[in-house]
Structure formats: structure tokens, C-alpha cells
């Protein structure tokens, strides 16, 4: 019953907007489904909430507002404040999904890794001023952990939610510059288990170099989506059964890779990087001994990031790149695990 009360205030009092409250600016991204441009509230903006992202989509647009919507009241912390959807018919392309988030700000982590003061970069966001520390690799690791940290966080509230993202890379992961915390975008391609939502894996949508070697979220025993009433009774059982959750825990663990070895941030070598995995079955430790041998300083400086504290960070690495989705870790037991659990007390005084 609260629930419904809080549900029906919200539609009240929340603002709604319409095409004509939005002035359009420079273009951010355009994919196969939609356009996203950076965009302010002209009249309508209230003091806050004036500069947003627009997205305009296609027949996928509607999942992804039930998605936002979901998010934003389950667990809204993990992602880019979503603000509004609404069906738009243009006169010209037919019916579109028009979304607006907040701006959270100008960068993606994808942004961030490509800068060579990565991780240096995103410590003077987090902290808001550069501190005068020696930069050694302790700190660069500390830094790291601390994205990986807020990562899992925000992917634990959605999984907690029982929202599977399927698209986690760096380009969707964005830093909110008012949490100065990093958050999930870009729920495009989410699934929600628990209520039958985009039920069936769209693995065409799904991006190949971040992508877990099971295509399919679900297993093939369960091919079509049950109307939601069912689904609603079923899906819990099938969380269970397939953890669909450690699809978007194998896509972290390359993006902590990527964190670690700076020679695997471009894409070609993240393509480079997933073929030698496959050789290797998908083992890491296989992995790393063909490469280790003949490893360059900077390959073999990654290693020695992730060696640090007895290998605890090495160690989560590949509890998270595993090829049975059984075998990864979840996303609540990673944030329990010594990586960084045993930096505890330090990271408190260090970083919030
Ligand atoms: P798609 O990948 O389908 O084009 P995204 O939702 O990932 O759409 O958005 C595209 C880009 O727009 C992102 O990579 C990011 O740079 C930017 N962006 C999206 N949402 C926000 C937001 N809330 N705040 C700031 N930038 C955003
Ligand atoms: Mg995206």
C-alpha cells in the first residue's frame, strides 16, 4: 500500500516535460537505436535540474524508460538520475521514445582510461583536489580499487533489483560529478528477470568486445518470454538456476583489466586480448603464463599492480573473467572480498 501511495505523489508532483521544454545541443552519441544529444530545459528549468541528456530511440525505447523507471525507484543510486520518457510523434520519422537524464557530467570512464594520467585523472575527480603524494603504484592501485569499488556498488543495486545491464563498458559507465561517484548508463540492453521485461536475450544488441562467452543470458530451455504475471512467479527460480548477474561481472572484469594494463585500454587490443583468452578456454592463469614469459615492462608493470598485497587484486580479477557464469563471483560477494576488505581502515583515510 505505501508503495502505491508513493507511487501515485510521485505522478503528481513529479514534472513532466515535452518536446517544446527542450532546446537541443551538441550531439553525444548516435547508435543503431537512437540519438544522444546534451540538451537544457529552456522555460521549464527549474534552478537544478536545467542542463540534461536527451536521448531519442527507437522500438527500444520503451524498455529502456521501464528500465530508468524501475531504477529510479529501486535503486537510484546506481545510475544517471533518469527524468522523464515520453512517446513523440514526429511527423517526419514516426514514433519515437524521447528520454532525459541529468547531465552528470563530461566523462565517460572510457573517456578517462584513454587519458595517459589515467588512474591520476579520476583520483583529483573523486577527491576534488589533487593531493602532493608520491604517485607510486600502491596509489595508482588504491585509485583503481576505489573505481572498481563504486562499479560493483552500483551494479549490485541493479542486480539486487533484479536488473541484468548486459551492455557494462567503459563508454556506459559515466562520473557523476555532484556524487563524484561513478555510475551505470545506458539501459538500453537490461533485462529485468523478475518481472519478464526484455525477457529474451537481444544478443545482436550485445557489444562483442565486453560481451561473456555465453551469449545468452538465459539458457536456451527458456526461449520465449512469459507474459509478466508468470514470469513474476518463475524468474527468481531462473536467477537462481542461471545467474544471469555474472554476464555483466565477467564485462567488470575486463574493465578492471583494462584498468590494470594500460597496453589493453584500445580496442583493437581488447579484441587482440579476447582471442588469446579464448585460446587460452578462457582461463586467465593459462593467460598470463604464455604472456608473462615474454611479457613488455609495461604488460609486466600490470602484474605487478595486480600482485600487490599477496595478489588479492590478481585474485579477484579471475573470480570475475571465468568462463562458467557459475564459477564468477557476484557482484555483492566481490565487494566483500579482501581486495577490499583488507584496505579497509587505510582506504577510509584516504578516500571516502
Ligand atoms: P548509446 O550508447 O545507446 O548511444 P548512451 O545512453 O550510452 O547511448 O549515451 C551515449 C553517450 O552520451 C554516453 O556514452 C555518454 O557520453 C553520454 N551520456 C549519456 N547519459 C549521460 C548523462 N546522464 N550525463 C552525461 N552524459 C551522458
Ligand atoms: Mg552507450
Same mark, same amino acid.
Given at each position: 500500500?505505501?508503495?502505491?501511495?508513493?507511487?501515485?505523489?510521485?505522478?503528481?508532483?513529479?514534472?513532466?516535460?515535452?518536446?517544446?521544454?527542450?532546446?537541443?545541443?551538441?550531439?553525444?552519441?548516435?547508435?543503431?537505436?537512437?540519438?544522444?544529444?546534451?540538451?537544457?530545459?529552456?522555460?521549464?528549468?527549474?534552478?537544478?535540474?536545467?542542463?540534461?541528456?536527451?536521448?531519442?530511440?527507437?522500438?527500444?525505447?520503451?524498455?529502456?524508460?521501464?528500465?530508468?523507471?524501475?531504477?529510479?525507484?529501486?535503486?537510484?543510486?546506481?545510475?544517471?538520475?533518469?527524468?522523464?520518457?515520453?512517446?513523440?510523434?514526429?511527423?517526419?520519422?514516426?514514433?519515437?521514445?524521447?528520454?532525459?537524464?541529468?547531465?552528470?557530467?563530461?566523462?565517460?570512464?572510457?573517456?578517462?582510461?584513454?587519458?595517459?594520467?589515467?588512474?591520476?585523472?579520476?583520483?583529483?575527480?573523486?577527491?576534488?583536489?589533487?593531493?602532493?603524494?608520491?604517485?607510486?603504484?600502491?596509489?595508482?592501485?588504491?585509485?583503481?580499487?576505489?573505481?572498481?569499488?563504486?562499479?560493483?556498488?552500483?551494479?549490485?543495486?541493479?542486480?539486487?533489483?533484479?536488473?541484468?545491464?548486459?551492455?557494462?563498458?567503459?563508454?556506459?559507465?559515466?562520473?557523476?560529478?555532484?556524487?563524484?561517484?561513478?555510475?551505470?548508463?545506458?539501459?538500453?540492453?537490461?533485462?529485468?528477470?523478475?518481472?519478464?521485461?526484455?525477457?529474451?536475450?537481444?544478443?545482436?544488441?550485445?557489444?562483442?568486445?565486453?560481451?561473456?562467452?555465453?551469449?545468452? %543470458?538465459? $539458457? &536456451?530451455?527458456?526461449?520465449?518470454?512469459?507474459? !509478466?504475471?508468470?514470469?513474476?512467479?518463475?524468474?527468481?527460480? +531462473?536467477? /537462481?538456476?542461471?545467474?544471469?548477474?555474472?554476464?555483466? %561481472?565477467? $564485462? &567488470?572484469?575486463?574493465?578492471?583489466?583494462?584498468? !590494470?594494463?594500460?597496453?589493453?585500454?584500445?580496442?583493437?587490443? +581488447?579484441? /587482440?586480448?579476447?582471442?588469446?583468452?579464448?585460446?587460452?578456454?578462457?582461463?586467465?592463469?593459462?593467460?598470463?603464463?604464455?604472456?608473462?614469459?615474454?611479457?613488455?615492462?609495461?604488460?609486466?608493470?600490470?602484474?605487478?599492480?595486480?600482485?600487490?598485497?599477496?595478489?588479492?587484486?590478481?585474485?579477484?580479477?579471475?573470480?570475475?573473467?571465468?568462463?562458467?557464469?557459475?564459477?564468477?563471483?557476484?557482484?555483492?560477494?566481490?565487494?566483500?572480498?579482501?581486495?577490499?576488505?583488507?584496505?579497509?581502515?587505510?582506504?577510509?583515510?584516504?578516500?571516502?
Amino acid at each position: 500500500f505505501d508503495m502505491f501511495v508513493l507511487a501515485f505523489v510521485e505522478r503528481i508532483f513529479r514534472p513532466t516535460y515535452k518536446r517544446d521544454d527542450i532546446v537541443l545541443g551538441k550531439k553525444l552519441g548516435e547508435g543503431s537505436f537512437g540519438m544522444v544529444y546534451r540538451a537544457s530545459l529552456g522555460k521549464k528549468q527549474s534552478s537544478k535540474d536545467g542542463e540534461i541528456v536527451l536521448k531519442k530511440a527507437t522500438e527500444y525505447g520503451a524498455v529502456e524508460i521501464w528500465m530508468n523507471e524501475r531504477v529510479r525507484r529501486a535503486c537510484a543510486n546506481s545510475c544517471a538520475d533518469f527524468m522523464y520518457g515520453f512517446l513523440e510523434n514526429s511527423p517526419k520519422k514516426g514514433a519515437e521514445y524521447w528520454l532525459i537524464w541529468k547531465f552528470e557530467g563530461e566523462s565517460t570512464l572510457a573517456d578517462l582510461l584513454q587519458s595517459k594520467e589515467f588512474p591520476y585523472n579520476v583520483e583529483a575527480m573523486i577527491l576534488g583536489e589533487v593531493q602532493d603524494l608520491p604517485k607510486g603504484m600502491e596509489r595508482e592501485n588504491r585509485i583503481i580499487q576505489t573505481i572498481m569499488r563504486q562499479l560493483l556498488f552500483a551494479l549490485d543495486g541493479l542486480h539486487s533489483t533484479g536488473i541484468v545491464h548486459r551492455d557494462i563498458k567503459p563508454q556506459n559507465v559515466i562520473f557523476s560529478e555532484d556524487s563524484r561517484t561513478f555510475k551505470i548508463i545506458d539501459l538500453g540492453a537490461a533485462a529485468d528477470l523478475r518481472v519478464g521485461i526484455n525477457y529474451i536475450p537481444k544478443e545482436f544488441l550485445l557489444d562483442p568486445r565486453y560481451a561473456a562467452p555465453e551469449q545468452y %543470458i538465459m $539458457s &536456451t530451455q527458456t526461449p520465449s518470454a512469459p507474459s !509478466a504475471p508468470v514470469a513474476t512467479a518463475l524468474s527468481p527460480v +531462473l536467477w /537462481q538456476l542461471n545467474l544471469p548477474d555474472r554476464f555483466d %561481472i565477467y $564485462s &567488470t572484469g575486463l574493465i578492471y583489466l583494462q584498468m !590494470a594494463f594500460p597496453s589493453l585500454r584500445t580496442d583493437n587490443a +581488447l579484441i /587482440q586480448f579476447n582471442r588469446q583468452l579464448k585460446r587460452c578456454d578462457y582461463d586467465l592463469i593459462a593467460w598470463r603464463k604464455t604472456v608473462e614469459p615474454r611479457a613488455s615492462p609495461e604488460l609486466r608493470r600490470g602484474f605487478e599492480l595486480l600482485d600487490l598485497d599477496g595478489g588479492i587484486g590478481w585474485q579477484l580479477l579471475t573470480s570475475m573473467v571465468r568462463y562458467k557464469a557459475r564459477q564468477r563471483i557476484s557482484a555483492k560477494a566481490a565487494l566483500a572480498h579482501p581486495y577490499f576488505v583488507r584496505e579497509g581502515l587505510l582506504a577510509l583515510s584516504f578516500m571516502q
